[in-house]
């Protein structure tokens, strides 16, 4: 796979590829300017085929010529941080928003709400003006726009932490739902002891995780006392609560969720390398052919054997606390941000900007997110359709092959089945959601962005603060300390590193966010 390639659409081309199929997108007219995008390396998986279709296709709504550049997100900093010789555009969250903000500081990338208008990107205009939330999210201190986002309305998407117990095993022993976190202590003595899976050995694994995991963090158990919030790497362990930002690990609630954990990892209930094991050890347990875990959380059920496995409700603490659980801020923002910028070389970042607009029309944002119409989809009464997999394939799979990198673009419940067929992944994610809609928190850290000395002040404050948590945590969990002797020591410490500024930084920037709203 190349890392670097040109490809000059003709207008020839770009005629027959809108007038075939997509008449609904605009087709920029301007000069026959190179513009040089850079997008992950990475996510051009394949590439040959569908790889070059669905970059011609992102190409052709311009006559600007678009020159790809397969970039990591190290060379791109690399490149943007020595000053010269970089890319006119950024594709697909190579940035972090730390990052967005340093180089917005810096002039490296430009302002875009400029070029926002109901005339220029019309489709991002009235995106905007449905979902106030999703600009509010990418407006700096500044009062500039100068990452875009992507845009979704679907909430039982953005859901991440679906409490999963095997089911098989709880019909074999006799055993209830469980209902509280005392109901689920008994359930997981009765998985350790008494064979559910049958085959003879003391193999089974009661409750599993991975620390610091994107859908299986153990911070989501924190809902049971009423508290939502996640770990350190984008949610900063932030919980709102009456508009207020606390810092989860010093709520007392944290201190019921470990000692809780440290009481099954005592009993040999939780899996003894929780806090050591990567995704991969995880899944491969989870994965297990005759079925070795219990409990588990995640987006999805991941068993080898989902039919053994059901979604329950979340567990309350002690039957009369209303759990309360952590949804990922895209469904709270609709935005999920820095998905594109424009850097100070590009010389027409407006003719840019309503190339880029056609990403937000149905047909262009549903082809680049699962295929293109002919590959993956026909058409049918006026309805996309999924083309039937390959033989032992799922749709999940035939989609993600016909797919590149992380697109700005938008995703709108209104379309589905009215304009394009809803993905059985969706359809899993709506029966499961149900499940949970009533329980999810009105109010989440939504990850706005901090001003530029905040976001420099913020990743200092974090390194030492995180690393004390995290600590902390994984010794009180495997019993290496007493929470309760450590406690009060413990608030103290996190004190002296900074933890007050860290809050005091983050509510600001809350409030910011709300105002921007309005």
């Known amino acids: 796979m190349k890392k670097s390639f040109v490809k000059i659409l003709t207008l020839c081309l770009a005629v027959v590829l809108i007038v075939s199929c997509f008449a609904g997108c605009k087709k920029e007219t301007v000069t026959t300017e190179t513009i040089t995008c850079a997008a992950s390396e990475a996510g051009w998986k394949g590439f040959e085929e569908v790889g070059q ?34 890319p006119d555009v950024i594709f697909g969250n190579k940035l972090s928003a730390v990052e967005v903000v340093r180089y917005a500081n810096s002039g490296i990338l430009i302002p875009l709400e400029e070029y926002i208008t109901k005339k220029n990107t019309p489709n991002l205009w009235k995106l ?49 739902v469980p209902e509280t976190l005392d109901d689920l202590y008994e359930v997981l003595k009765a998985f350790k002891t008494q064979d559910p899976n049958g085959n003879g050995k003391a193999d089974e694994i009661p409750m599993s995780w991975y620390n610091n995991a994107g859908y299986s963090y153990p911070e989501v158990l924190l809902s049971s006392w009423g508290v939502s919030a996640k770990h350190g790497t984008w ?30 990892y005592k009993e040999g209930l939780l899996d003894m390398e929780c806090m050591t094991q990567n995704q991969a050890s995880f899944n491969a347990k989870v994965a297990n052919q005759v079925s070795k875990v219990g409990f588990y959380w995640n987006d999805a059920n991941i068993s080898a054997n989902p039919e053994e496995y059901i979604a329950i409700k979340p567990l309350s603490a002690d039957g009369k606390i209303k759990p309360v659980l952590h949804l990922h801020p895209l469904g ?14 590009c010389e027409d970042p407006a003719a840019v900007m309503r190339w880029i607009d056609n990403f937000y029309s149905f047909e262009v944002a549903t082809q680049l997110k699962n295929g293109m119409l002919g590959r993956t989809f026909y058409e049918e009464d006026g309805m996309w359709k999924f083309n039937k997999p390959e033989e032992g394939m799922s749709q999940a799979v035939m989609i993600n092959n016909n797919t590149l990198i992380s697109w700005p673009c938008a995703e709108l419940t209104e379309w589905f089945d009215e304009k394009v067929e809803t993905t059985e ?37 974090t390194v030492d603060l995180f690393k004390l948590v995290g600590q902390k945590k994984g010794e009180w969990i495997t019993g290496k300390a007493d929470v309760e002797k450590d406690w009060k020591q413990y ?22 966010y709300l105002a921007n709203q309005k």
């Open 128 to 176: 905007f003006e449905k979902y106030p939330t999703a600009k509010s999210i990418i407006t700096l201190s500044d009062g500039h726009i100068y990452s875009l986002p992507s845009i979704s309305d679907f909430e039982a998407g953005a859901y991440e932490s679906s409490f999963f117990i095997n089911k098989a095993w709880l019909d074999k022993l006799g055993l209830e």
């Open 332 to 345: 709270i923002t609709y935005a999920n941000t820095n998905m594109f910028e424009i850097t100070s070389t």
């Open 425 to 461: 992944v969706q359809k899993s994610y709506i029966d499961t959601y149900k499940l949970y809609e009533e329980y999810i928190d009105d109010e989440i850290w939504p990850r706005p962005y901090y001003d530029t000395a905040d976001s420099d002040r913020i990743s200092e404050l």
């Open 235 to 264: 949610d900063q362990f932030l919980a709102i609560q009456d508009g207020k930002v606390k810092f989860a690990p010093v709520m007392n609630e944290w201190k019921e969720m470990v000692s809780y954990y440290g009481k099954l």
């Open 53 to 86: 279709e669905l970059l011609d296709y992102a190409a052709s709504f311009t006559d600007l010529n678009i020159e790809w550049v397969g970039t990591t997100g190290e060379a791109l900093k690399l490149q943007l941080n020595s000053g010269a010789n970089f």
């Open 491 to 512: 608030k103290k410490d996190l004190k002296n590193l900074g933890l007050d500024e860290l809050i005091e930084i983050s509510q600001k920037t809350y409030d910011r």
